[in-house]
């Protein structure tokens, strides 16, 4: 067992590979192992996007410029959540939790369909979010391709994972850190949300200032697909804004709790 900012973790072994469990709330992490790599869409991916723009993918010109200019980013070691939180793990720590349809559903990840209701269980959590360009490490795995799988499109009934409760689904889609279903949920990250990566930081701490929380992912609440460019929320280089609707007032967000690594020394 070890202890990480007070919360206590237990090795485990999951799917086969090593990881730790938050024995309260079943929440499983993975260890991310420290490295660099090349955050934002590239030159080579924009011309496969391009490629792919002929007749399959619907891309807007804006989604490049969020992810833009590419920049090398060093990432220390750090754990990451097996998958987004359940909406079992979320009552773990808001016992009041139940938006949405999948308020009842033990193995489908939450569904926080309010600004207000995600600030409540991030404050109530005993982790913290990861940083975008933690996030995209994590999704890349290596890789400096589309998706950890390739270039080639998400296909929605093979790629796409919305729900938690069969390891077996889950094995199939984890990438080489173990990490599964990166860009199946909205995902928030630490980060405030900046158009373009300018003036962002060459290390793999979160920019934190007034505006809205950048997001990751979001592929499952699209589901299903009309061929409206769904399959560019699980690029590893998307990013988006999490803002309300303007007119319901309404997000759709999920939470992957990371935590630090090392731990501290007692």
Same mark, same amino acid.
């Given at each position: 067992?070890i202890?990480?900012?007070? !919360? ?23 260890? !991310? ?7 934002? &869409?590239?030159?080579?991916?924009? *011309? ?6 002929d007749?399959?993918?619907?891309w807007q ?16 070691? &750090?754990?990451? $959540?097996w ?8 009552? +773990? &720590? ?7 349809d999948?308020?009842?559903d033990?193995?489908?990840? *939450? ?5 207000? +209701? ?19 490490? #994590? #999704?890349?795995? /290596?890789?400096?391709?589309? %998706? ?9 009934? %093979? ?6 409760g069969?390891e ?8 080489r ?11 928030? +990250? ?5 158009? /373009?990566?300018s003036?962002?930081?060459?290390d ?12 990751? =992912? ?14 560019a929320?699980?690029?590893? =280089? &998307?990013?988006? $804004?999490?803002?309300p609707?303007? !007119?319901? /007032?309404?997000?759709?967000? /999920?939470?992957?709790?990371?935590l ?7």
């Amino acid at each position: 067992m070890i202890r990480i900012a007070g !919360v206590e973790l237990t090795e485990a072994t999951v799917t086969g590979r090593p990881a730790w469990r938050h024995d309260p709330s079943g929440v499983v992490f993975r260890l !991310v192992p420290a490295g660099s790599f090349q955050m934002g &869409f590239s030159d080579r991916e924009l *011309a496969t996007i391009e490629a792919l723009c002929d007749d399959e993918l619907e891309w807007q010109d804006d989604y490049a410029e969020r992810s833009r200019p590419v920049r090398a980013v060093s990432v220390p070691s &750090f754990l990451m $959540a097996w998958h987004p939180l359940t909406a079992a793990q979320a009552r +773990c &720590f808001l016992p009041g939790y139940n938006e949405g349809d999948q308020g009842e559903d033990e193995h489908a990840a *939450a569904a926080l369909h309010s600004l207000e +209701c995600l600030d409540q269980l991030l404050a109530a959590l005993p982790f913290r979010l990861p940083s975008e360009a933690e996030w995209e490490y #994590a #999704a890349r795995a /290596g890789t400096a391709t589309l %998706t950890y799988r390739g270039d080639q499109l998400p296909d929605q009934d %093979t790629d796409l994972l919305s729900s938690f409760g069969d390891e077996v689904v889950i094995r199939r889609h984890e990438n080489r850190f173990g990490v599964a279903a990166m860009g199946s949920v909205l995902e928030a +990250c630490a980060d405030t949300y900046r158009p /373009g990566y300018s003036h962002a930081p060459r290390d793999a701490e979160p920019y934190l200032g007034q505006g809205s929380r950048v997001s990751r =992912g979001g592929a499952a609440d699209c589901s299903p697909w009309q061929g409206c460019g769904e399959e560019a929320l699980m690029f590893s =280089g &998307f990013r988006a $804004a999490i803002e309300p609707d303007t !007119v319901i /007032g309404m997000i759709n967000a /999920g939470i992957r709790p990371a935590l630090d690594w090392p731990p501290a020394s007692s």
